[in-house]
């Protein structure tokens, strides 16, 4: 298969030499796993499998129930549930992979674990800024997915073979999530020839767009309805927009973890809309998530106001105050992106 190398060859040499001789392998993704983190974790692990390595996938937290049919998903060890088994795993790892995250804090309560751990690290990212903490770092933040990234590492070290259906399953799953199923950074050529690779192994790519990113229960359904309806405010002379979930509404709609994915992007369907920021609260904080479009920066913001980072186009933060704090430095924000211009034709976002 021909596509564009991007990863470099003393990054893939040094892949190939950690994955030849280290046998004992933990593979962990960040907080709160979407499928990009899940599907680069299970699909690097059935396919370091097919090697005969012995691999454990660990999380930090639970991963999503939309995620649970990805092969392997049910043996994953998540740290608040196995706390002891997960700290054993990482302890006698000799290789331990770090994916779809860039820095020690976005795995929280496991980032001590790891920081200690004796195994070679390894990080697999598309975010920007990596935190040098890995023996090897292969970060390249304009992949569309650390799948995709996933990918190009086990072509560059000679595993194509080793794709099979289940790697290509989770590594499209993750090529899907986190590009709205190809609705923004996927303008790359190779991206489908990779899929074609994927579809070529025996994926029903349908029946996984789905169950991954087209399955909601009636109460998700009825607390978007909820929030759009009675909980979105537009400010178009800012270009903005707000939605806040309180725990009263959250516990109304008998809220589950990942009930919110994708709403803070639907504001940006109105065209006046150039960013928009979602506030839930998750009683130790207020989970803050920003979507913004073309060159309008959202990470500053959440850098800056909000105790967070991420993209460009898509970043978030844990605003430590109430809620009626946190609509306070968002109103205070209005002011200063007033007419400012608004560009509709590059919805972007990079999870
Ligand atoms: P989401 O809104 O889906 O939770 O997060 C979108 C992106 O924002 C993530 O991929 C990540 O890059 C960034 N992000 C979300 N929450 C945080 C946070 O608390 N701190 C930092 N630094 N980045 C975050
Ligand atoms: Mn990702």
């Known amino acids: 298969m021909r596509i564009n190398q991007v990863i470099s060859n003393e990054e893939l040499l040094q892949l190939k030499d950690y994955v030849t001789r280290l046998n004992n392998i933990v593979i962990t993704c960040h907080l709160s796993p979407d499928g990009d983190a899940i599907g680069a974790s299970l699909g690097l692990m059935h396919a370091l499998e097919s090697l005969g390595k012995t691999v454990h996938v660990v999380t930090p937290d639970m991963p999503p129930r939309s995620l649970a049919f990805l092969p392997g998903a049910k043996d994953v060890y998540i740290y608040t549930k196995h706390e002891d088994t997960v700290k054993n795993l990482l302890e006698r790892a000799n290789l331990i992979f770090c994916l779809d995250f860039n820095a020690l804090k976005r795995i929280d309560t496991l980032a001590p674990l790891v920081a200690h751990a004796k195994g070679k690290k390894v990080m697999i990212d598309h975010h920007l800024d990596p935190e040098q903490f890995c023996d090897l770092t292969i970060s390249y933040s ?3 997915s650390t799948c995709e990234l996933v990918f190009r590492a086990l072509m560059g070290i ?3 073979k080793q794709i099979n259906r289940k790697v ?3 590594l499209y799953t993750g090529m899907i999530t986190d590009t709205g199923n190809f609705s923004y950074n996927s303008n790359t050529p190779d991206l489908y020839l990779i899929v074609a690779e994927l579809v070529a192994r025996g994926i029903n790519k349908d029946r996984i ?3 991954a990113m087209n399955t909601s229960s009636a109460d998700r359904l009825r607390l978007l309805g909820y929030a759009l309806s009675e909980k979105m405010q537009v400010f178009p002379e800012s270009h903005a927009a707000l939605i806040t979930l309180t725990k009263e509404e959250l516990d109304r709609f008998n809220y589950k973890k990942g009930d919110t ?3 803070v992007n639907m504001p940006l369907q109105i065209p006046e809309v150039q960013w928009s920021i979602f506030l839930r609260d998750d009683e130790t904080y207020i989970k803050v998530s920003a979507r913004s479009q073309g060159e309008f920066a959202v990470n500053t913001i959440c850098e800056q106001h909000f105790n967070g980072g991420g993209h460009k186009n898509a970043a978030g933060g ?3 105050g109430s809620m009626s704090d946190a609509v306070a430095v968002f109103m ?5 992106f007033a007419d400012t211009n608004v560009n509709n034709n590059n919805k972007t976002e990079n999870k």
């Open 209 to 211: 767009y789905n169950l």
């Open 261 to 263: 994915e994708s709403l």
């Open 318 to 320: 844990e605003f430590i």
């Open 332 to 336: 205070s924000l209005l002011p200063q």
């Open 158 to 160: 000679g595993m194509m």
């Open 142 to 144: 304009r992949m569309s």
């Open 168 to 170: 290509a399953d989770c």
